[in-house]
Structure formats: structure tokens, C-alpha cells
């Protein structure tokens, strides 16, 4: 095996992220080895519990000898945490368990030069405890590319990507700027040309609601329909201000690739009742290509093997290319 392995963050300890990895790594076969950063304690306690039996391949953080790797088993690098049982409460106790696990996995990218890197999810209460918006400004932050990478959640049907991620509706008309929607644009007709040879079809919402408001210079007159002008001069497929509530019906979707919107919730809650967890977080604009399964730690779910691998089966064969 002599590609590039595929690094994975395995995130909150709480969460159903390894259940799912067990349960992918029993369904297909890889052609990239995987290597993923966590506890190696926790990874038994969680697999007996769950019922899975995999042979475990312990390496250090400086391990650069990735052709001899494969995934007969599980390829670890270990990371210290205390815990008392298998599954507990999602607290702040696993904040530096967390950060030490991103730490580890930034240091192998960076010195082995590495692109691909998977992330199980976080508590965004409790360990970006306000500090940034989500792993996407985390991880931008990190890598010193703040305001030059995007969110893209990704399914070979239909994209979407806002402007603003995790930011409280009453905020987010203050960060909406033609110089984001240049730059959003941008990432996303890059990774469409470099991974499909295409330059996408891209569809623009508005702010407002039927992309109107009760009051002059509206965000749509200001911002949004300059940006899409500017756009479609430099020969970008862009169109609208679109309003939210008619462009995800089945004409309008027909006709685009990616939708982008302004704010999280306008395009990520059609997403998901359009297609599921069959989608992937993908963050455009750092080092690496970084996938996030789309869901979160969901303890509600914790340590029942009920929960779908869907995602991180879509992420994972998404980088073994």
C-alpha cells in the first residue's frame, strides 16, 4: 500500500464518531491507509462494549513509514485520557484530550505533507466554549488562513455553502460582504475544477425574505446583487439573489450545482431534508482537504449501535482517490 494515508481526529470522546468508524472500516475496503488519533484505551472500551473486534497497530506521531501500513487493523496514535467508563456526559473535562488530538494531527500533516484529514464531531458548548464559531474557524485559525477558507457541505447532487456559519441571526447582516461572497465563489469553483473538471453552476440567495425588505438599501441592493454582477464579468456561473423558499424546490435545483446562502440554517436545513447524513463537511481554503461526517457528537445515541455510517462512509470514499 503506498498512497498517502488518511489522517483521522476521532473528536469528542462522548460521541458515536468511533461506533460509526467501526462500523465503516467492517464495510469497505480502503485502498489509503487510516490512521486515526485517540485514546487507544477508550477505542478497546468502546469496541467491546459495542460488540466489534479489530486488531490494533499502535504508532507514534513520528511514524513515517506509511507504505507498510493497511487496514487489516486499526492504525492508532495514541492519545492520553482519563476517563471512568466507555461512555460519559459531554463536559469540558475532554477539552485538552481535544486540543492535544488536533495538536497531533496538524504536526503529521504539516511534516509528512499530508492532504487528507478527517474529524469526528465536537462540543461546540463546551470546547470552542465561544472562542471560535466551529472546527472550520478553529482549524482556519490553526493554519493562520482566518477569512480565507469556506464551509462547503458537499453531495455529488447538490452543494451548499454559507456565507456565515455559527453566528446568532440578529449578527449575521454584519458580516455579509461582497469581498466573502468573491472569495466563497472562488474556493468553490477551484475545487469543482480541480476534483470534476467543471466550473459549477452556482445559485446566490438573499438575506431578506423574497429577497425584499421595508427599507432602502437592503443588503440584496447593496451587497449581494454587485457581488453577482462582479461575478458574472470575471465569467463565473453565478445567478440571483434568489429567495430561500423557492430556490431548493425541483426546477430550480435542476439547474445548479451549489447553492450558496447567507447564513447557516437557510441552506443547511433543506440540505439535510433533502438528502440525510448522505453529505460531507468539507472546509476549502486550508493546507489540507478536510472532511467533517455530517452530524454531531449525538449522545443521545451514545453506546446503542443504532446510529447510520452513512457520512463518514460518503467522507472516506470521497478521499480514497
Not at 432602502?216 to 454587485?226: A, F, V
Request: net charge positive.
Amino acid at each position: 500500500m503506498n498512497k498517502q494515508p488518511i489522517i483521522i481526529v476521532s473528536g469528542e470522546p462522548n460521541s458515536v464518531f468511533l461506533e460509526i468508524f467501526f462500523k465503516c472500516i467492517k464495510k469497505i475496503k480502503q485502498t489509503r491507509p487510516l490512521i486515526i488519533i485517540v485514546s487507544k484505551k477508550l477505542l478497546i472500551k468502546q469496541m467491546i462494549k459495542l460488540g466489534f473486534n479489530y486488531k490494533i497497530n499502535l504508532i507514534n506521531k513520528d511514524y513515517k513509514d506509511f507504505n507498510k501500513l493497511d487496514n487489516k487493523k486499526i492504525n492508532i496514535i495514541n492519545v492520553n485520557y482519563n476517563f471512568q467508563k466507555p461512555f460519559e456526559k459531554i463536559s469540558a473535562r475532554s477539552n485538552t484530550y481535544i486540543n492535544n488530538s488536533f495538536k497531533i494531527a496538524l504536526e503529521v500533516l504539516k511534516k509528512n505533507k499530508l492532504t487528507k484529514f478527517i474529524n469526528g464531531p465536537i462540543s461546540k458548548k463546551y470546547f470552542l466554549n465561544g472562542k471560535n464559531l466551529g472546527i472550520t474557524e478553529y482549524l482556519a485559525q490553526k493554519t493562520k488562513r482566518k477569512d480565507k477558507v469556506a464551509m462547503l457541505i458537499f453531495n455529488k447532487k447538490l452543494s451548499v455553502t454559507p456565507i456565515t456559519t455559527h453566528l446568532a441571526l440578529k449578527n449575521v447582516h454584519k458580516h455579509i460582504s461582497k469581498q466573502k461572497i468573491y472569495n466563497q465563489i472562488i474556493l468553490i469553483a477551484k475545487f469543482y475544477k480541480k476534483n470534476f473538471k467543471m466550473n459549477p453552476r452556482i445559485a446566490i440567495t438573499g438575506l431578506n425574505p423574497h429577497c425584499e425588505s421595508n427599507f432602502l438599501n437592503s443588503e440584496e441592493d447593496t451587497i449581494i446583487k454587485p457581488a453577482i454582477k462582479n461575478l458574472k464579468n470575471r465569467k463565473f456561473k453565478v445567478d440571483g439573489p434568489f429567495p430561500a423558499d423557492t430556490i431548493f424546490t425541483k426546477n430550480n435545483l435542476k439547474k445548479f450545482d451549489v447553492i450558496l446562502g447567507m447564513y447557516h440554517d437557510q441552506v443547511l436545513t433543506p440540505m439535510k431534508a433533502l438528502f440525510g447524513f448522505d453529505a460531507i463537511n468539507i472546509t476549502l481554503g486550508l493546507p489540507f482537504i478536510r472532511i467533517s461526517p455530517d452530524h454531531g457528537p449525538n449522545a443521545s445515541m451514545l453506546g446503542k449501535n443504532l446510529s447510520d455510517p452513512k457520512s463518514l462512509l460518503v467522507a472516506l470514499k470521497f478521499l480514497d482517490k
